[in-house]
């Protein structure tokens, strides 16, 4: 974090160059005709997406930035000057860098206790559909096709065609959608599945309801947020390789 607060800094010092440049040739217009003048400006574009991503991040926890302060800040450091001690300067953005820390931390926090509550109700409600079987760890299963071939075990190698979703629905990963079946030690996946998939029958079609801690729990796998109830339609194709 003291790197951003750095180079956002760099950043606005970038600006507000470029910005005092303007004012002392208000009545001249830029002239990008050179390679060199055009990678300047491009410098400065980067610059300043950058500098609103960052005024926008922290922003977003409740740390407003004043952009005039900070731009004031840049001018005093570019003339030599600073209203504030060097000593003080990195007392101050290291107790910034503190604050960002810990206000993420809340929201973290805030959001996987929404996630996990959230789950928990959506569990609850879909345990009392006709035809969902929970079993003892807390999955949920219902039989969507059923079929009478042979039930995998743990170790073995199975080939499945698949399609999962958030709860809202939102598809993060489907085989089907590619056109091609995967195959996979059972042994080697998450929880859910490792146990779900040795109810099946080859040929069969199950639909899965995985509670976060048979999933991926707390962690943060970019689609599937932390503490994430999965929604898995499997269809058994194949033991490719028994044990």
Known sequence: MRVKTKLTLVAVALLTLSACNKEEKAEVAPVMETEQAKQ??????????????????????????????????VQDGMAGKSEVSEEDIQALLTALDETYRAEQAKVAEASAASAKAAGEAFLAENAKKEGVMVTESGLQYEVVQAADGAKPVATDTVKVHYTGTLTDGTVFDSS????????????RVIPGWTEGVQLMNVGSKFRFTIPSELAYGERDMGTIAPHSVLVFEVELLDIVKAQ
Request: glycine letters at 8%; aromatic letters at 8%.
């Open 40 to 73: 300047a400006y491009s410098l400065g574009v980067s610059a300043g997406r950058y500098l609103q991503s960052t005024v926008d991040e922290y922003s977003k926890i409740a740390i407003p930035l004043d952009s005039a302060l900070i731009l004031r800040g």
């Open 176 to 187: 089907v959608e590619r056109g091609e079946p995967i195959e996979f030690p059972l042994n």
